[in-house]
């Protein structure tokens, strides 16, 4: 079954560090961009960062910028977002997203994971 | 940076009508505009795809225009599970979402 499932949410302090990954089967994970986006309690949608599928261009929305990083290592299909400094706005559902093609980075995002929620307080 | 508008913020309609959700881009994106819907407590779920193709398996009654600046998203005949919130995001520059769009029933 193609799926994206993430892990690692959970309760951290302002200034703290956590790492949240996500796990892809049923599709070519290295053929594929993936991106984080984020979703505070009753908020929108916020892109966070994206990675292409060789982990070669990375780019990250500047509210993150210098605090968070994404990788990725395709012999074991999983992302990862390693979130550093965090703050309170940071409070969020992160979910995993895919790219709609290979081999593309700018394109929309066609299959979610359920979400990981990460707690700053 | 590109900033993505929608209106209405919310709307209230009744099974079987016809609503339009309209989503303005700060600078102009071409046709590189999609459309997700989203229910609580679950992941968005894209509908439209640059301005007006339908993902695999959406329902015709959705549909999506625009270009440029402007774009719509109508649902021609609202049907029960319809009801949600509505994002649209551009894939021009990067990712931006809009605010959403809560589809309430009247």
């Known amino acids: 079954e193609v799926q994206l499932l993430e892990s690692g949410g959970g309760l951290v302090q302002p200034g703290g560090s956590l790492r949240v990954s996500c796990a892809a089967s049923g599709f070519n994970f290295s053929n594929y961009a993936m991106s984080w986006v984020r979703q505070a309690p009753g908020k929108g949608l916020e892109w966070v960062s994206v990675?292409?599928?060789?982990?070669?261009?990375?780019y990250y929305a500047d509210a993150v910028k210098g605090r968070f990083t994404i990788s990725r290592d395709n012999s074991k299909n999983t992302l990862s977002l390693q979130m550093n400094s965090l703050r309170a706005a940071d409070t969020a559902i992160y979910y995993c997203?895919?790219?709609?093609?290979?081999?593309?980075?700018?394109?929309?995002?066609?299959?979610w994971g359920q979400g990981t929620m990460v707690t700053v307080s | 940076d590109m900033q993505m508008t929608q209106s209405p913020s919310t709307l209230s309609a009744s099974v079987g009508d016809r609503v339009t959700i309209t989503c303005r881009a700060s600078?102009?994106?071409?046709?590189?505009l999609a459309w997700y819907q989203q229910k609580p407590g679950k992941a968005p779920k894209l509908l439209i795809y640059r301005a007006s193709t339908l993902e695999s398996g959406v329902p015709s009654r959705f549909s999506g225009s625009g270009s440029g600046t402007e774009f719509t998203l109508t649902i021609s005949s609202l049907q029960p599970d319809d009801f949600a919130t509505y994002y649209c995001?551009?894939?021009?520059?990067?990712?931006?979402f809009g605010q959403g769009t809560k589809l309430e029933i009247k």
């Open positions: 997203a895919r790219d709609q093609l290979a081999s593309v980075v700018l394109d929309v995002f066609d299959l």
């Open positions: 995001q551009q894939y021009s520059t990067w990712f931006t």
């Open positions: 990675i292409s599928g060789s982990g070669e261009i990375i």
């Open positions: 600078q102009r994106i071409s046709r590189w």
